[in-house]
Structure formats: structure tokens, C-alpha cells
């Protein structure tokens, strides 16, 4: 352990020790996703509190803690990773019935998503007990805050995670990413990067932000088009390793600009009858009628009250 990291457990103990932990909870606590810096003070102080630590893998968890200078008794750990999920579930409940207080981490990031964790929550809350959140990293909100893709009007994004390894399942998977318009999340391992770069070529020039090693000392976050991204990543062989999350950004459309063209518009109207003016401008842009219209009574105040449009756009 680092002086600095002692340091943390000791303004962890000074901020957070007035703060009351609930006997039979389980704590569900997000961990670095690469920079061990990014461990909350909170998590720090909870970790010493539990009576029962429950992971993803104890190894990994365990070197963890230990970064932290916080030294676990083997009697303390539960196994609960992908495949004895519901087994595992049973300790941590079972341990919640004695009034414990029960931690579970994934191996990087917040559990439940794309990570073991979702399950345990499920049975836990089945079981009639608190589960106590404890926020921190995430590779989808790091890569999301750093892409820029929510600078239009719709902030939703879909989060689809790690695509499935069986080939028909996936292949119906990419049809339905390349047939949605809004922004979406993806994960994947090194070895299966290039195969999905092929699959999003036919997105053609949709912005694809590429955030790997997230946090890491090789971090790197580059936006491209979709149909660049395969020879973006075959450029340099270092592009290919470590941990992906992919962010495809929303198709954009272009507005319906009820207020282009003033310019023309004004000019006309200055010297002819309002109704030629639009007619005029209509031919001359091509922009809607009606729209157009409704400029024309915004720039001119003494229009001919009699002017009215009807539902198809003509004027009379």
C-alpha cells in the first residue's frame, strides 16, 4: 500500500464514520475500472465495515483491498460470480438473516451491469432486505461524459453491453443496432474488436467514439466514422488491445428551418403583396408554403387579416 492510499483510509474513518451502516444490507459497491485512484472514500470506509465481502472473483478483490492497506479474513469472502450466481445469492441472503452486513463488487466498475451482481440484487430484494448503492466508475457514463454525443435535443442512449458469442444471436443483434438511430453503448474484448469494426462498416459515416483502456495509463478515446474504424484499428496493432467500450452516436436530422431564408423572404415583401412574396419564396427555396407563410406574418405586422391557410398550406 501507498502513503496516499493510507492517507485515504484515514479521511475515509474522519469524513464517513458519522455516517450509519444498516445491519442485513447488502452494499453493492462500484470499484476502479483501471485507476485504483478512483476508489470512493466511502467505499473505503463500508469495506472495513462489512462482516461478509462477496465478489466476483476473491483473488481480484482481494488484491484490491490489499492496494488499500485493508486485509480481509479469508472466513469473510463469498463467491458470487457469473456462474453460481443464484448459489451465491443463497449465502449472501442466508448471512443477511443473521443480520450481517454483506459488500458485493464485481471485478471492475458498478455491479449489475454487464457484470455479475443483478441477480444477487434480485434475491436480496426478494428476500424482504435493504441493498444500499454505493456509485462510482463506470466505463458507459466515463465513455458517454467524454464523447460529446449528447449535444442534441434527445438525451436518451441505449446501453447494450457485450454482444453474444453465439453467432445467429449476434448477427440479429448488429441488424438491430444498425437499424436504431439513437446513441448506443457497446462492449468488447480485444480479440473479437475487429470482427465487430466489420459488422458497424455498414453504419458508413456515423460517428463512432472508441474508448479503450478507459482510465489506464494507455487510454485513449478517438471518434471516427463507422466505416473508417477497421482501418483505423488494423493502423497500429496497440489499437487493438485492452478493454472497448464502443459509443455509436445518434443519426442526425436536419430541422425543419421555419425561419430560413428571412432574408429572401424580407427583401420580396418589401416589394410585393405578401401572398406573392411567399409564393415567390416558395418557388425560389423550396421550403414549405405554410412555414413560410408564418415567417412572412412574424416580419409583417399589417398583414390582410382575411390571409388564412388552410391544412394542405395554400393561402386565400
Not at 184 to 197: C, G, K, N, S, V
Amino acid at each position: 500500500m501507498s502513503a496516499p492510499y493510507s492517507k485515504a483510509l484515514e479521511l475515509a474513518q474522519e469524513l464517513v464514520a458519522n455516517q450509519t451502516l444498516s445491519s442485513s444490507s447488502l452494499y453493492v459497491i462500484a470499484s476502479p475500472i483501471g485507476n485504483l485512484a478512483d476508489i470512493s472514500l466511502r467505499a473505503l470506509f463500508v469495506l472495513q465495515k462489512m462482516d461478509f465481502i462477496a465478489c466476483e472473483d476473491t483473488r481480484h478483490t482481494q488484491s484490491l483491498c490489499r492496494s488499500y492497506g485493508l486485509e480481509i479474513a479469508s472466513s469473510q469472502w463469498i463467491s458470487v460470480h457469473q456462474h453460481n450466481e443464484l448459489e451465491g445469492a443463497q449465502k449472501v441472503t442466508q448471512a443477511l438473516k443473521g443480520g450481517a452486513k454483506v459488500a458485493y463488487l464485481s471485478d471492475a466498475g458498478t455491479p449489475g451491469i454487464s457484470d455479475p451482481g443483478a441477480r444477487l440484487v434480485s434475491s436480496v430484494h426478494a428476500q424482504g432486505f435493504r441493498v444500499v448503492p454505493l456509485p462510482g466508475p463506470s466505463s458507459i457514463t466515463t465513455l458517454l461524459s467524454a464523447s460529446g454525443a449528447h449535444s442534441g435535443d434527445d438525451q436518451s442512449f441505449i446501453f447494450i453491453g457485450f454482444l453474444s458469442a453465439k453467432t445467429q444471436m449476434r448477427a440479429r443483434q448488429i441488424q438491430d443496432i444498425c437499424a436504431q438511430e439513437r446513441c448506443q453503448i457497446i462492449l468488447e474484448a480485444p480479440h473479437r474488436i475487429l470482427d465487430l469494426a466489420k459488422a458497424l462498416a455498414v453504419l458508413n459515416e456515423r460517428v463512432i467514439t472508441v474508448g479503450r483502456e478507459l482510465t489506464k495509463q494507455f487510454e485513449s478515446i478517438t471518434s471516427t466514422q463507422a466505416c473508417l474504424l477497421l482501418p483505423w484499428l488494423m493502423a497500429d496493432a496497440n489499437r487493438q488491445k485492452g478493454e472497448f467500450s464502443l459509443l455509436i452516436h445518434p443519426v442526425t436530422h436536419p430541422k425543419e428551418d421555419t425561419d430560413v431564408d428571412t432574408k429572401v423572404l424580407t427583401l420580396l415583401m418589401d416589394h410585393l403583396p405578401l401572398k406573392t412574396a411567399v409564393a415567390l419564396t416558395t418557388e425560389i427555396t423550396g421550403l414549405p408554403k405554410k412555414a413560410l407563410y408564418a415567417q412572412a406574418l412574424k416580419l409583417k405586422a399589417d398583414v390582410d387579416p382575411g390571409d388564412e391557410i388552410d391544412a394542405d398550406g395554400s393561402i386565400h
